[in-house]
T-cell receptor, first 116, second 117 residues
Framework: AQKITQTQPGMFVQEKEAVTLDCTYDTSDPSYGLFWYKQPSSGEMIFLIYQGSYDQQNATEGRYSLNFQKARKSANLVISASQLGDSAMYFC?????????????FGIGTKLQVIP | GAVVSQHPSRVICKSGTSVKIECRSLDFQATTMFWYRQFPKQSLMLMATSNEGSKATYEQGVEKDKFLINHASLTLSTLTVTSAHPEDSSFYICSSHSGEFSTDTQYFGPGTRLTVL
C-alpha cells in the first residue's frame, strides 16, 4: 500500500481564495510526523508545515494550516488567501518513527496553479 | 529555518565520467543527511541515508558502488555518481536533519541537475 497518497494531480484556485490539498497516509507506527513541502519550478524544496502524530492541535504557519484528522489518517494542507507565488508543486510527506533522523517518504505531489 | 546548500547546481558530463555533488549545512551541525533523486514530473525517491562518521544506508535497488556517499564532517556530505550514464540524468537533492531548529524537520538543499550525455 502507498504510504502517502495525494489524489489531486492538479488544482486551480482563484487568487485570494483558499484551497485545500488532500493527503492521506498509511502507517502502523504510533509515532510519526507529517510534512508539506512546496517545490517551485526552480526545483528547490521549501518546508511549509509539520504535524507530529501526538500533537493535539492542528499546525499553522502563516497562511498554511494542516487539517490533521488522525482517525481518518488524513493531513490536508489548507492555503488561505492564495497568491500568484503559490503556484508550484506541493508534496505531502511522512516520517515514521520518533526521530528526525528517520527517512521521509513523499507522495507524488499536487500541482497548484493560482489564477489571477 | 536552517540553510542547506548544494554544489554544483547544474552539471553536464560525458558518459563514463564521475560526478561529485556536495551538500553542506551552513548554520547547523547535521549528523544525518539524506540523498534523494527526482525524475521529471515525479516525486522524490530516497536513495540513501548518510550518517557522519559511518557508512551510508542505501535504499533497496540503489547501487552503493555506483552512488558513493561520504559524510566526513558534521556539515558536509558528498554524493559521487561513478561512471555516469544517460539514465543517471536526474535532479539530485539532499536534505538534512537539524535538532537545533526542530527535532523533526528536514531542510532541503536547492538540488543539482545532472545531465549525462
Amino acid at each position: 500500500a502507498q504510504k502517502i497518497t495525494q489524489t489531486q494531480p492538479g488544482m486551480f484556485v482563484q487568487e485570494k481564495e483558499a484551497v485545500t490539498l488532500d493527503c492521506t497516509y498509511d502507517t502502523s507506527d504510533p509515532s510519526y510526523g507529517l510534512f508539506w513541502y512546496k517545490q517551485p519550478s526552480s526545483g528547490e524544496m521549501i518546508f511549509l508545515i509539520y504535524q507530529g502524530s501526538y500533537d493535539q492541535q492542528n499546525a499553522t504557519e502563516g497562511r498554511y494550516s494542516l487539517n490533521f484528522q488522525k482517525a481518518r489518517k488524513s493531513a490536508n494542507l489548507v492555503i488561505s488567501a492564495s497568491q500568484l507565488g503559490d503556484s508550484a508543486m506541493y508534496f505531502c510527506a511522512m516520517r515514521e518513527g520518533p526521530g528526525g533522523y528517520q527517512k521521509v517518504t513523499f507522495g507524488i505531489g499536487t500541482k497548484l496553479q493560482v489564477i489571477p | 529555518g536552517a540553510v542547506v546548500s548544494q554544489h554544483p547546481s547544474r552539471v553536464i558530463c560525458k558518459s563514463g565520467t564521475s560526478v561529485k555533488i556536495e551538500c553542506r549545512s551552513l548554520d547547523f551541525q547535521a549528523t544525518t543527511m539524506f540523498w534523494y533523486r527526482q525524475f521529471p514530473k515525479q516525486s522524490l525517491m530516497l536513495m540513501a541515508t548518510s550518517n557522519e562518521g559511518s557508512k551510508a544506508t542505501y535504499e533497496q535497488g540503489v547501487e552503493k558502488d555506483k552512488f558513493l556517499i561520504n559524510h566526513a564532517s558534521l556539515t558536509l556530505s558528498t554524493l559521487t555518481v561513478t561512471s555516469a550514464h544517460p539514465e543517471d540524468s536526474s535532479f539530485y537533492i539532499c536534505s538534512s536533519h537539524s535538532g537545533e531548529f526542530s527535532t523533526d524537520t528536514q531542510y532541503f538543499g536547492p538540488g543539482t541537475r545532472l545531465t549525462v550525455l
